[in-house]
């Protein structure tokens, strides 16, 4: 069985080639400018639509497959920017129609979830997905993988973004914070902001502005935003793990890619006697190879997405989306 995944739920478009036992045969993507401010959805669209077709030959050509050795086609049907998912939508349906092979739509935090899973080896994790447009703490329980918390306004990356881009660093700002951070050593305030489980980023964006502009040096600005914001989330987190009673920790999203974040969720788990699982960066970013991963275990379950019900989900929830295939596999 080998699968084609198409993601397209925001600024990259992305195609894998997987096989039944994850192997990643192919894993190649385009992501807009984003420097020049948000993104606009029909622009990411349209750039989606012309990337498409060389990636699909391009992912084709690396994975050494040609589209015969196509067996399956799987979308990213949602969270995200209708334009951008109608996109990826349309090219999935072509191509599953052209081929004559079946058709899955993936919920697009429910992948990051599944090839974490698969390729870190842990079984039944508390997942903290932590990127641009999402901040999520996922579990699953009865069935499902519940939203245990999650932010309130933006996402932590989307925040991280905006306040480099106001500091004119590149885009996206998340590595150049990160390096940054790591010259500054003074903690400045800002608002610890966690309401029962869910975070919230916005005041911190405005606050930190606000310091810059009082004069406070750039790295120590950086530095407690990371310290703030990842403390804020290693809370919601732990106490997702002592809820759930789960033992694994499972980092996805671009932003988990962040050494002190890792660090600071992995000392959280160590002081619990749990495990931090933290899958490679290409993987943790959006991508194909997840997609197609997560189509694999959705049609290995008798999930099929005729033509008529591919229409894409903007606001599609992680957990309206039943999970057969974990019934029989964790403890
Ligand atoms: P979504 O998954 O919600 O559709 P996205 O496409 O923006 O959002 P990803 O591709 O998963 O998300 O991640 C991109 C984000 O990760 C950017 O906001 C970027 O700044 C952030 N990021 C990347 N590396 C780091 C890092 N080392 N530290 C902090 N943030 C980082
Ligand atoms: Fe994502």
Redo the contacts with the bound molecule.
Sequence with gaps: MICLGIEG????IGVGIVDQDCEVLANVSK?IDGSKGGIHPREAANHHAENILPLTQQALGKAGVSYRDIDLVAFSQGP?LGPCLRTAATAARALSLSLGVDLVGVN?CVA?LEIGRKVTGCRDPTLL??????TQVIAYSGGRYRVFGETLDV????M??KF?RASGLP?????H??RIARGGSTLVELPYSVKGMDVAFSGILTAALQLRRNGIPLEDVCYSIQEYCFAMLVEVTERAMAHVEKEEVLLG???V???R?QEMVGTMARERGAEMFVPPGPL???NGAMIAWTGILMHGAGIRTPIEDSVVVQRFRTDEVDIPWMRSSPA
């Excluded at 996402?155 to 989307?158: K, P, Q, R, T, Y």
């Excluded at 885009?171 to 590595?175: D, N």
């Design positions: 739920t925001a600024h990259t992501m995200g697009h990051h997905y932590a990127s641009g447009g999402n996402g932590i990356g989307n991280i973004d480099g885009f996206p700002a998340g590595p914070i990160e999203g671009g932003v890619q962040n050494k974040l943790c970013v959006d």
